[in-house]
């Protein structure tokens, strides 16, 4: 049975309004090339397919001609803008909201344009409006949202008012009934601004509704992280102050046990080894607690990080164990791929992943038993596999394996030392590292581990 | 004659283990919680050899204990057993050949100190 990990703390960073901004202003770059084309294509097929011989073709292309000169601009700007991003790493929310709306004016213009020279009132593309009245809606302030409609029905209706006067020229796509009653052409304009208007209302209220609810979502987030802040805080505290007492114990425990000589007898001194002992365990859960806190308190972005050869620290790693591997009677094997590599991290952390996987391995497996350390390459990935035959894991116990302070029921019974924090801390590190950790597992045949690192370039 | 330790340590039960393990192997043991009546004490009881714990009150005071020691005439030729368990914490290592330089000490032994070691560390300091 695999496991994948996949429980994960709470460390992405909601986006900020400037920066959901940015991402849709470069699709609205992205679209406007779609538009460009789509214009380029349009014109031919309405001159020649469908013969709409009065439309200005030349003025509509040079129109698309200068809206794609804008747009190679906006790409320029969109570039500036997002190298002279503020201190905390988004752009200036002021700057890209006047970026959007600059846009949104010109291709009302362009649009406008494009509609008079190609039937005006007759062209029914002044449906068209719509879309940037549904974009300012979703992007910007209410308020701005129904300027942005009403500038719509102003340059439209102008337009139409315009060529209904006989001040600008008519370019008729359907010349036939070229001459439109007032009536009709004011209930053209009406029903577009009553549209564009009606879209308006619909479009921000579901924002207005959807931005409240990312508030709630942003604040709950906030409270979360606060909690799990204060809650490392805590454990930090809790364990660094619950060491003196133990060092106390353990030093006033050998102290006796070292001066009491015979007077003590073999049971009580022995006694005293195993106090010693268990306050030495202690001791290690106070170190843990305090590794696991500090990596919680630790920003991701904030870590030292360098680049780490992972085949010395791997070495290095399995010598440390080999007394204790031979000492238990277990077979230590390793198998490394003929070039070094490197992994970015911290190379204190990257070797806890590797001694705790192996001291791990080394401790589950009974005497006679087998633990195999290996690395492979697979590019863009390293992947370490520790394997042991030992006692295994209950299938029932493999959900859990990752969580702080679990520890599987066979394992309890099989040593009684053992904090259970070990793998949620390399898991921790692993994740740290941009890198995925997994566990295979049969009980009373043996345990896998995988962890797979990004490779260094 | 019997040769002297002083122990400066805040945690009053350590000194006590500390001076069990000391006394049973005949040293002769005086102690003092804090920094500055261990000061005192070295300069009245002239001791042979000093065991200083680096957090007491504040994080470094052992450290301020030891220059102030090696800053006296009289006083700095007393070797100095630092005590420590600022590893765990801060996760820094001392490096005796390195850190010799900066820092005026002779040894240093991690706390929890076991017995054997810290008996071997008294006797090499003590040349006995």
Known sequence: MLVPDTERGITEHLLPRSAELTERVAWFIRLRWVAVAGILLAVPAGTRLLGFAEMAAGRILALAACLFALNCAYVLAARLLHNRVRSD??????????????????????????????????????????????????????????????????????MVLLEELGSLPRYPIAPQTADYSPGYVATVVAATASTLFIAVFMATSIMARLRQKEDELEHAWRAVKQLEATKSRFLRLVSHEMRSPIVAIQSILDAVRVTGGQCLGEKNSEMLTRAGERAESLLHLTKDLLTLSRQQSLDPGHEQLGTV??????????????????????????????????????????????SNL?????????????????????????????????????????????????????????????TGLGLAITRNIVERAGGTIAVESRENAGTTFTVTLPVAA | ???????????????????????????????????????????????????????????????????????????????VLMATSIGQVTKFKFDPKKDSDFLPVEAFIEKPVKPADLIANVEKLLGT
């Open chain 2, 1 to 79: 004659m019997a040769k002297r330790v002083l122990i400066i340590d805040d945690d009053p039960d350590i000194v006590e283990a500390e001076r069990m393990i000391l006394e049973s192997r005949g040293y002769e043991v005086d102690s003092a919680a804090d920094g500055e009546s261990g000061l005192a004490k070295a300069e009245k009881i002239r001791p042979d050899l000093i065991i200083l714990d680096v957090m007491m009150a504040t994080m470094d005071q052992g450290f301020q204990v030891a220059y102030k020691l090696k800053g006296s005439p009289e006083l700095k030729k007393i070797p």
């Open chain 1, 89 to 158: 790493g988004t752009p200036d929310l002021r700057t890209v909201d006047l970026f959007a709306k600059t846009q949104i004016v010109l291709d009302l213009l362009i649009l406008t344009a494009i509609l008079h020279y190609s039937g005006g009132v007759q062209n029914p593309f002044s449906f068209f409006y719509i879309f940037h009245v549904v974009i300012a809606s979703i992007l910007l302030s209410r308020r701005s949202a129904y300027a942005v409609a009403a500038l719509c029905v102003a340059l439209f209706g102008s």
């Open chain 1, 309 to 354: 050869e992972m085949l010395e620290v791997t070495r290095n790693c399995v010598g440390l164990f080999r007394a204790q591997a031979d000492e238990r009677g277990v077979v230590v094997n390793e198998e490394y791929p003929a070039a070094a590599f490197s992994v970015r991290g911290d190379a204190e952390s990257l070797g806890l992943v590797v």
């Open chain 1, 358 to 418: 192996l001291s791990n391995a080394i401790r589950y497996t009974p005497a006679g038993g087998t633990v195999s350390i290996s690395w492979r390459l697979d590019k863009p990935f390293a992947v370490l596999t520790v394997a042991d035959t030992g006692i295994g894991i209950p299938e029932a116990d493999m959900k859990h394996m990752f969580k702080e302070f679990f520890r599987a029921e066979n394992a309890r019974r099989f040593t009684g030392s053992g």
